[in-house]
């Protein structure tokens, strides 16, 4: 019932902001915000760490039972993080625009909310459809967000970041009803059904060619939304326009909706296609590391700089889905957190300059530590997180990540990867390897090359701001001139918190990295039992060496290796 | 089967032909134009038609007894007279007269249908109510010649549009649909007898006092039943006991009426359909009435014509002095109506 | 804990458990015992100094508070590790492993069989290489930093908490490096220190320059970090493990988790080496990397003196050393070899640029260049005894003469030309200064009986006395070395005689550190320093570098600088008097001149395991970092005569060494003499230099030298190379990449976007506004239709 | 229509089933009707007019649906034409409401006025 209750919560504030006075708006939303991270972190309360991986809170309400489509709800651990932190931005979007919107203020902050219900219903979703209602709904808010509250060029950006998110996720709607038809095809006299956890059984039966068409049309919904490479030149548009509260939302919430979605649907669905294709999906997200790092590095406009990091981040976050063993996926989890955290606070910094100087170019802007020391504090703190400075949260995704396609290799202990002859304890089956660690690992140099050419551009440097007689252009003066020169209590505030939890997940993941732990052993066991079914995962232990146990490791091989030899 | 059935259909389609020219003449011109001639060739043709489908029908089994009778045919050469001098005709009230004559005209096929009821409403709601909106609406719009000159008809009335095509595409729709029509007409079932005995028991007053007015039953007695499967009425004497009066005896006051048997058709088949009639006809009201209160101006083509109109008529008054737009939309503006 | 310390004991069970048939010998078994938990103080409390500091900075302190904070906090932290060390390294009992955990960090499943865990811990391994590199970086760092307190005083205020916090944060984050008991808390000190080197390079941020060089410091360290990560992985995957104690119980018993010998694994022996190498080559700036470093000398002295002589970059010394087993795994020794090599060439690489160029603080930067070659090139020759002996004692002359460069620029606004300097060493209050880099320059270049000619005479000899075969090339790289180490005497003095000794001259520096934060770029030659006030000031006529001989006569004397002063320089110089150091400049820098003196007696302190080398070859030698026997005699190498001890020139090196080299020591100081002395018994009796920026001799050789030197003083133009081959190129290609992500990917999208709009445009006159068009193609539509249906449907 | 010749007094008012020949004759006549609407609808510029032949299209209909209930004995084909009816008076009141409306504005009836109505 919670769950409901916290999608629910956003919505009914949302029709309070709509039917009261304007000037009552901010506050109403921010309660309703307030409450919302009330109820999430109750709901996390009531959950069950002991048993993570089994779907709690749960609660079934029939909707079309006909077509057996029901409001169905429940949370894993995973779910509930991501819960968490689209419950954690939502006070923070909220206060973080008090200033910055002036104008048609309860259609703002109504639609902000609207916009956190629907997310969360992504998260809770046991039902494809719901999930998939939700999953679209999100556009809606975000395009009014973006075409109303953005800049010069919202019109053409929301209409592209509708558009082209749309289109990619009616392909993959087009493969979920499929496979909910295939269930209804292959188990005769089965009536409709939309619950993931039956559809992802019957989706693993399917042959392998099957799955590779499945994947492909999941992934033209999925990637668009995270987005990989070929497919993200909507995000530096959408991000560059939208408002500063968008931009956060987006980057924080909205390209996890992908990343989860490809976690939830992709993994367990097609595991066979997903481990034929792991290699190529594991080279577009290293394309997009590089690629993205590199256009970063000759942006001038710092919020389109971020944006484009954005694509590198997600880049490192899904090819350490693609490992599909435990490090990479539970870095890959991971990485969805912190990059909400550390990007949405650097988008926060940026929207924080923007209301005072009304612009984001470089060209214009520069060496603000002499004016602005707190400001340029947490900067330079948010780009280290962003870096992936170790004691900061973005390291242990960023190492996990890595090191889950470094792990991930069947031609380990042959060739150049030593001549042991067999797997070493270390590594997993897959078919990424070291190669894809080293080369995604140029990343990080580059990730310290454009986060550091901004950082000596805007932060440090002589001072340089724009020109005044620029600004009456935007008729905004008067109001701009209200903000303190430094940051706000207010926009400390918003930042505090964040940069406390980027300290927090850097130096004690312990919790969550064991939150996550049972479900993502369950995900990898399924990839390794119906995905790598044409090539069995070879055991760590050669049969003729003797064997040296390691003090802390159990004697004996798990079972399923065994019974892998036997397949053999 | 199928057309052969009804006409030879080679003739139906020379004939369609034929009508199509006769209607493409009849069009309104500039100028002279044959239009009596075309109308009449048009009439020919649909004469022809049925003629042919006469002569067809005299020839196959049942003989003439299957033809309609005369009024048919005469009820609907008027009908379609008059149709077609509604679209021929320049002038739109006379269009809209001849349309009150088609519409008199299909209330008797009407009439020969047995749908007594529609065609009086027809008559009513159409020619009495719908057409003399029209005309209103006509005079209205319609620029009233001045003193001693003759009516000048409006431009787009003098001349048609593409008749040629438009008669072309019609009477390609015509061609096909009779094809159709007779194809589908000759696979109908035949139909099925109906028994009204269920709207009589739904109408024990009727009965009663079809009953009493004939003398088959005395003041006081009651309707008890109708048994539809033995086609007897039974009636509850005053005294209590029953009585049973079969088919035979039924009076002919107690024939279901066409009003009633649709009355019952309406509400008890359509109910909802009604209210959506209902709630059409409430929304059509007030959007009539709130379009019609808008407030309108010229737009800039008509005020130039408008300016150069008043100039012409009053050579002696500035154009620009007094308003044009006042002149222009009186009924919008009631004030400077009157001041005009 | 008790986890922990169970994991530990286990390791041990199982290590005497298995004991190899190829048994090394001298590699006993260590055990580990369990530290207490105040040694948690030497990492943390500089933690502590740092967020007391931050704090200070949240709550607008404009006093000297944070220098007082810091320095006492590191002072206690170096408390600590002294404490540690009485306690548990001294005396004669075999040196214990200490373990000492704080809380668990990374602990993951890496796989899903249930022996792939990942753990990592904030936990701290400390035995005696961790406690030799822990006391003279806590040591150093409680100095320097009294030293900073005067230092920095002019930027009292936020600046100073800005400092003093990146400066506490270093020593923690230098402290997890050295202390950690896995390789991945290693690496969040060493990433760490990388931040606070880049925070602290770029303290004048306004000066472009300095953010430039930070920018760059953080951008190669990360190179070489990336090159370390790999190593980390590839650690992992290969043993399933990160933690130290259970890698070296691996190395020590030759197999590996699951039973194979590891000498046969390539991947271990030749592959995870080479990539830790890279990780060293980047923080310490060796061969590609260095480049860095000279750079860094933008950052505040103190700084200079800490984290870019004496601690971060000997970082990459302490990760092969750490890592000694791993090296040594690998029967020919290749990538030994191969760090060897590098060593060599960067020591005499780096010296060449020293003798070359003008600016006393670069020179210190590419002297510490060199002097990390000899200690790399001394792990590669097998003698880790010697490099750590060598960071030891580099730690504290190279920071006393930092320190020393520090005090001169502090005094005379930041002129850091040794050609606008003269006589510094009899100016009032420059005494002190003058003599503790005495004692530092005779230590760097290696006169006898200074703890400078100790060490590196232990890398010389061991270097002559590899045996021929084992170490590819290594009586090259022991000559190279030999050479290097007569370059280094001669540009160490060089600098001496021209600063410190000489007829009284200077002329004021402009720099903006000291006089006017951040209003003037501080130019980084002379040619730019030219340039500069050459088209500022209308100077009239260019100069190259060989031509400053015509201006010498405007610079007579102190009263002509100042005169000068006013024509040429700022106007704000006007009143310029140097201010010599005050007294806790003049402590630290006494302190660390004492220390330096002090170091040198640590070679006759007799070790507790092993022969020769002092007390710190004794620390080594009791950690991992010893070079087992077997590979010292050459045994693995397979060659039975390979093992002879190599000579120098036929002698046994061990002896001759000490003659030999202070010889060579002896001649570049005298070739400096000549070269740069002033006259008279200053300059030995053998220069004639008679003014600050005229030395005839020394400028008639580089003339002679003509392009070469010109090459040198532009540091060979390998920034410029560098620049050329990579840096441009990658710039093209984001930019090539940028427009490909506007025109062809984004375009690709556009397009598909814009072919319904191209097919609606298309289709538009059919929409012509008239109802008639409209209702005629209806009525077709239906009528071809219905035709349709006729036909078809029959 | 032949009162007396009916077999039984219920279906009195109700004559029995004609022929498909004589329904193909009604047939002929409405679809005749609605096509004379139609070409006068495509030709005619007049909105009144216009207007006009759409109401012809309804009449044509209208005869169609009460022949077929004739010929099925069933009154729904009359129910309808009550239900055209009035759709018809709505949208007769409706588009010449709208007529004046346009009327008003540009004093002009044709249709071919109102183009750039078309967005």
Redesign the interface.
Known sequence: MILFALMLIPLVFAMLVVISPAAQAKTIATVGSFVSLAGAIYAAMQFDPASAATFQLAKTVDWIPQLGISLSVGVDSIALLLVLLTALLGPICVIASYTAITQRLRTYYAWLLVLQAAMTGVFCARDLLVFYTCFEFTLVPMFILISLYGSTNRKRASIKFFLYTFTGSVIALAGLVYIAYQHTQLTPGSPWTFDISTLAETARSLPLATQSWLLLALMAGFAVKIPLFPVHTWLPLAHTEAPTAGSVVLAGVLLKLGTYAVYRFVLPFVPQAVVEYAPLLAILCIIGIIYGGLICWVQTDVKKLVAYSSVAHLGFCMLGMFALNNTGISGSILYMINHGLSTGALFLLIGMVYERYHTRSMKELGGLGAKMPVWSTFMVFFVMASVGLPGLNGFVSEFMCMMGAFQASDAWGSGIWGSLGHRPIGATAGNLGPWFGIIAGTGVIIAAMYLLYMTGNVVWGKLKLPDHGHDHAHGTDDHASKLPTDLSTREISILVPLAALCILLGVYPKPILSLIEQPVQETVLVVNESGRVNMPVKPIESDTKPHAPIADAPAEPAARVVSAENAQ | MGIAQFINPYVLYALLVLGAAGVGLAMPRRGTTPQIVGALVGALAFGLILLFMGLKAASTEGGVSNLPNIYFYIFSLIALGGALRVITHPKPVYGALYFILTVIASAGLFLILSAEFMAFALVIVYAGAILITYLFVIMLATQAPEEGQDEVLADYDVSAREPIAASVVGFLLIAVLTTMMFRGTSQLPAPAPVNQNELLASMPRKVERALLTTGKIAEGDKFESLDAAANVIIIKKADGTLLTIPQTDWPEEMAVTNPEALGFNLLREHPGTIEIAGVILLMAMLGAVVLSRKQVQLDEDAKAARVTQLAHLDPGNEPGVQSPLELGSPTSNPTGGAAS | MMQAL??FS??A??AVA?EPAAGVAQAATRTITQGETWMLAIPFLPLLAFVLIALCAAFKVRSKLPAFITVGLLALSFGAALTTFIQHFMGPAAAPILHVHA????????????????VAN?AFYIDSLTILWMLFVTGLATLIALYASEYMSHDVG?GYCRFFAAFSLFVFSMSCLVMADNL?LL??G???VG?CS??LI?YF??K?PA??A??KA??MN??G??GL??GI??I??????VEYA?IFEFFR?G??????QIG?????TI?IPLLFTIGAFGKSAQVFLYTWLPDAMEGPTPVSALIHAATMVTAGVFLIARMMPLYQADPNLLILSIVAWSGAITALWSATIEMAIFDIKRVMGYSTISQLGFMFAGLGVLTPEGSAFHVFTHAFFKATLFLGVGAVMHGFGGQLDLRRLSGVGWMKGFGLVAAAVFIGSINLAGFPFTAGFFSKDMILAEAFARPEGQIAGSQAVAWILLITAGMTAYYTFRSFFRVYVGPKQFVPGDDAELVDL?RHPKGVSLDAWHKEHGHGHGHGHEHEHNDHAHRHGSYGGVGDARAHGRQDFDPSTEEFDPHPPGFAMKFAIAACAILTIAAAGLYFVSPAIGEGGGWAAGMVRQSSAVVSAEVLSGHTSGTDEGHAHGTFLGMDPHHVMYYVSAGVGFIGVLIAAFLHGPKGWQGLFLGVRQSCDVAPRADKLANAFGPLTTAARNKYYVDEIYDALITRP??V???I??LF?QYV??GL?NLI?ALPRFFGKALRPI??????GY??GM??G??VL??L??LLVG | MNVTTLTTLAQANFPEAMSQITLAHYLVISTAMFTIGLVGFLTRRNLIIMFLCTELMFQAAGIAMIAFGRYHLDLSGQSFVVFVLTVAAAEAAMALALVVLLFRRKESLSAEEWKDLQG
């Open positions: 169970n994991i286990s390791i069970a199982h298995s809380f668990d960090w990374l602990h993951f499943k890496a796989g899903p069989e249930a022996a792939q865990g990942f904030f936020p991945v690496f969040l060493w990433e760490g931040l880049y925070l770029g941020y306004k472009a953010v430039a930070a920018k953080f951008i990360r190179i970090d990336l990560l790999m992985f590839s992992y995957t290969a043993f399933g493990t259970k018993s197999v590996d988790a699951t039973g194979n046969s694994s390539t991947w271990i592959i951040g990658l710039w290609l984001s930019h990449f940028h992500d990917v984004d999208v976007g929409q012509s506004g008239e109802m008639h209702a005629v009525a077709g239906v009528a219905l035709i249906v006729v």
